[in-house]
């Protein structure tokens, strides 16, 4: 494709460079708000495992209690 120069009213070319501007003050924000949420998540995440640990805690606890009340019925 050959490189031919393209003609643009100064009043279309001023609203383009408006809108590219706007584009990429939009792009920023998402950009941002993405990195917030990836904060968020990663902090639900550390919330979630720490749940999981105590529900693990709590079933070994459970296991050896009923360990412990099954070994002294059987003696």
Known sequence: MENVPVFVKIGDYKEIVEILGLT?????QARFLLSKIGEIKAQEDAVIADWAR????VEQRVD???KTLVHKQLK
């Open 64 to 66: 050896d209690i009923d």
């Open 24 to 28: 990429r003050e939009k792009i920023s």
């Open 54 to 57: 105590e529900i693990e805690e």
